[in-house]
């Protein structure tokens, strides 16, 4: 008893942690008289919070600890002591057994009720790690499926079904299906179909590496029709690259299909981009900013007018950190307008609209309307041309702040890359913040981690002679053998500060604004990814595979 007296309401946790204030609670306080929601999920909907907040402060409350559940492979016997709908009624994922006792993740894992049932039902005692709630539920739908529907094998059978359907009778749909779930299994980005001389290769794109999964019959590249056809895309034309969409759900949860082709020597190629509906909100420190920079990153996001810009290629992941930016926003007190393409996070408290190049709508003219909207920040999804990046600066020198991507291979390639899009240098130096340029690297896997003595060319490549040891991954069955399981950010971060903001309207030379920046603090990406490589978060390999080997050895 004396211990449940000692517990604090969450709200009041948050609020020691400084993750949420007064006003937000009062807000959600409102909103629950409407909904009768639990206090924890309306602060969640609200993106006030993320379900990672409420879980690791509920932990560290409770002296139990966190597990990602994305990061680890239960055991096949131990799922099996319970059926799905339990595991689902009750929000707990089984992991495996040790020392006479059962690891169970669970959102609620300081409930007794929960862990009697465990007991009841297994006669052992439970061991609790905290989780997030919808990362249970979705491992829960994933990992007993899959244990009572071997998809490969499945695969395997379609194919030799369809191999010998002569007439041709039998459709592609159960193959699509199947083909759907694997990639979901295995955590692809994409699915690439590409037809060649005598089969039709089958590849995914798994923590942003191109792995080829299966081979097809030749003749299976009808597959790209039937995807055409749910795609909504001209199966007659054959001659011509297409663009295309489609939603499925898939283990309970949804997901959007946006599908390309091109035309290739041995038919249509097509890339089929994956897009979970519901994409979980991450913080700074979970995208992987080192704690000194979440302070620099958030300070920019709250300046009151300018430009904040983030860089970097397609797929590294300049949304998802625009967003953790916002959410560090006082959105109570804001008026934050979006125009993306398309809207890939939902936030309640934002006002977010999609392009639509066909009804005019585009980037440019949104930042226009958004002028008659009483705005304090506007978020424009992409700077691509010279209409959007003057409408945008004219934005932010009228005290408005302005928050976009732009396509450049590092931070300070911003500045040029503005010039060139036809911004006068006096106005780039009036309204630059700053730029956070990044890249995506793959996590060790943390099951199969090890370490290991460094070799002569690891250490020239990371600038370090005194490096003893370095980390890798051997390859195990929660990674699918890679030796790598999810990405993390590499980063570099440039403040314009009033010196900075001089040389820029002095139109210095790129070289003299990269060496002031350097004095005055700037640390580039490659030191941010030697820092990661040293901590056993990433390989060397990996670093050599993201930035190349040519600009830093």
């Known amino acids: 008893m004396g211990n449940k007296i000692k517990r604090k309401p969450l709200g009041e946790l948050l609020k020691e942690k400084d993750i949420i204030k007064n006003e937000h609670i009062k807000f959600a306080i409102q909103e629950q008289k409407i909904t009768k929601e639990k206090m924890g999920e309306i602060l969640v909907r609200l993106c006030f919070i993320t379900e990672y907040d409420v879980v690791s402060t509920l932990a560290e409350q409770e002296g139990i600890p966190y597990l990602d559940v994305d990061q680890v492979l239960p055991q ?12 689902l009624n009750n929000v707990f994922l089984p992991l495996r057994l040790t020392n006479g006792s059962i690891e169970v993740a669970s959102p609620f894992a300081a409930d007794e009720r929960l862990g009697h049932l465990i007991s009841r039902h297994t006669g052992l005692r439970p061991k609790f790690y905290f989780a997030e709630k ?62 060649m001389e005598k089969s039709t290769n089958i590849s995914f794109r798994i923590d942003g590496v191109m792995t080829s999964v299966l081979s097809l019959p030749a003749d299976f590249n009808r597959i790209i029709s039937s995807f055409k056809m749910k795609a909504d895309m001209d199966i007659a034309e054959q001659r011509l690259p297409q663009d295309g969409r489609f939603s499925a759900t898939i283990l309970n949860s949804g997901y959007d299909f946006r599908a390309s082709t091109i035309v290739s020597p041995y038919g249509e190629n097509m890339v089929l981009r994956i897009l979970p509906m519901e994409s979980a909100l991450m913080g700074m420190g979970q995208l992987g900013f080192f704690a000194e920079d979440i302070e620099k990153v958030e300070e920019m996001f709250n300046e009151p007018f300018g430009i904040v810009l983030l860089t970097g290629p397609t797929g590294s992941g300049k949304s998802t950190t625009l967003y953790a930016g916002i959410r560090s926003l006082d959105l109570l007190k804001k ?55 003057a409408t945008a600066v004219t934005a932010s020198t009228t005290g408005h702040l ?15 890359r503005l010039r060139d899009l036809g911004i006068r240098p006096f106005l780039v130096a009036d309204s630059l913040i700053g730029v956070v340029s990044q890249r ?17 060319q690891e250490l020239i490549y990371l600038k370090d002679r005194s490096i003893q040891k370095l980390y890798r991954g051997r390859g195990c069955e929660v990674c699918d053998g890679s030796g790598y399981f999810g990405r993390t950010l590499v980063y570099e971060l440039l403040v314009v500060d009033k010196e900075l903001s001089q040389l820029i309207d002095q139109e210095a030379e790129l070289n003299i604004i990269s060496k002031r920046a350097k004095e005055r603090g700037f640390v580039d990406i490659f030191a941010v990814t030697v820092a990661k490589v040293k901590e056993g978060i990433t390989t060397a390999e990996e670093a050599v595979r993201v930035l190349g080997h040519v600009r830093y050895v």
């Open 134 to 195: 919808m990362k249970v539920l979705n491992a829960v739908n994933k990992l007993y499926y899959f244990v009572e529907n071997p998809i490969e094998k499945l695969i395997e059978t379609e194919i030799r079904l369809l191999s010998q359907d002569v007439e041709m009778a039998r459709g592609m749909d159960t193959l699509i299906r199947y083909l759907l779930h694997l990639a979901v299994k295995m955590r692809a980005t994409d699915i690439h179909i590409r037809p």
């Open 335 to 389: 008026n934050v307008l979006t125009v993306e393409e398309p809207i890939e996070y939902s936030i309640p408290l934002l006002r977010q609209t999609q392009v639509n190049e066909k009804a005019g709508y585009t980037f440019a003219n949104a930042i226009r309307y958004f002028l008659r909207h009483d705005p304090d920040v506007i978020l424009v999804g992409e700077i691509r041309d010279l209409e959007t990046a």
């Open 76 to 87: 096949k016997d131990v799922l099996k002591l319970f059926n799905k709908g339990l595991c």
């Open 402 to 416: 302005v928050l976009s991507t732009l396509h450049t291979n590092n931070a300070i390639g911003a500045i040029p």
């Open 440 to 456: 995506l690297v793959r996590r060790i896997c943390n099951n199969c981690k090890e370490e290991y003595r460094p070799s002569e």
